[in-house]
């Protein structure tokens, strides 16, 4: 993010205060950050809050038919943004997007530039599904420039349960990092992704289980990136908690067991599968319906193993379909992961060196070696799960 141009646009809804958290997450993260004002936002949040919250001015109307700025404050701002965002996006503001109109410092600032625009829409239930709303989202959603953080379902500020709350600022800032990445491109469109994130846990009992510290961050980032770039995704998970995901198809599983019946469902229909999950390599022999006491607890666990997802994808994958696997190693992670590319049929492995800082499991941040079928090689030093996630989308279209 460090000195990426971001311009923020902030129409007038309640969600205005949580666009507040997307500008100080993105200033903090050394970005440069620039924010327009509708009249109507500033009665929710005031310009002063985003001027210093961005370290920049906030622009408003009043800036907007001042002649102090040289060059039309709208033709500066355009030309400088290497991505826009316009969040909450209103009905009204929508409206004038479908049209064209230009009649404030923001809209006009969106026909004076051309860079990607990412689009978070914030209203009431109601004025979300009205058919001329729907009808508008739909015309802007057809020009390529223009990207959809949907709007959620829950608890409206008007006391409504139902769609129209905008994304959290959680969705809305990877997706910010994946237009800068791919500069809006949808290279996947038309491509069926099928991802395995998270860590499965085989319980002893209700209570008990074997597992493994895997977060499920970078299937998460894998699903996104792929998301963002137009892909249609699917992402079987052993995730706890929202998912910051829209637009995906998401299967939650606990089990190896219940991934592999899963994973085999969906892959006939994926064009590229990653199978980012840290899968269990055993199981407790026995399984205990009700917990076990502390002193019913064997000594000597019995356990068997349970089936090799990947292998099997490999051995029924077809000429068309891309296999990529991860191969979580200490010490020597090449070796071992050409091994595993090899004895599983795999078009791609991830080698990551979990036994360095930033690079484990629950990190933020991975690093990798790639290597695909052919013995090509690829390091990627250390960078967000996100930024990973692209270059090995990269890696695996370039071949």
Known sequence: MKGRRILIGVSGGIAAYKVCEVVSTLAKAGAEVKAILTDAAGEFVTPLTFATLCRHPAFTDKDF????????????????????VIAPLT?????????????????????ASTCPILLAPAMNTDMWEQPAVQRNWREVLSYRRYHAANPGAGMLACDRAGVGRMAEPDEILPHIESLLYAKGDRDLAGLRVLIGAGGTREHLDPVRFIGNPSSGKMGIALAQAAGHRGATVTLVHSITGELPLSGVRAIAVTSAREMREAMLQCFHDADLTVMAAAVADVRPAEYSSEKLPKRSLPNCLPLVPVADIVAELGNLKQPHQKLIGFAAQTGDIVKPALEKLRAKKLDV??????????????????????????????????????EMAHRLLDFVREG
């Open 65 to 84: 038919w001042q002649a102090s700025h040289g060059r039309p404050l709208h033709i500066q701002l355009g030309e400088w943004a290497e991505v826009f």
């Open 91 to 111: 009905a009204n503001t929508l409206a004038k997007l479908a049209g064209g109109f230009a009649d404030n410092l923001l809209t006009n600032t969106v026909l």
């Open 349 to 386: 492995i991830a080698a990551n060196p979990i036994d360095r800082i930033g690079a484990g499991f629950g990190s933020n941040t991975n690093e990798a070696i790639l290597i695909n079928a052919a013995g090509k090689q690829v390091e990627i030093a250390s960078c967000s799960k996100l």
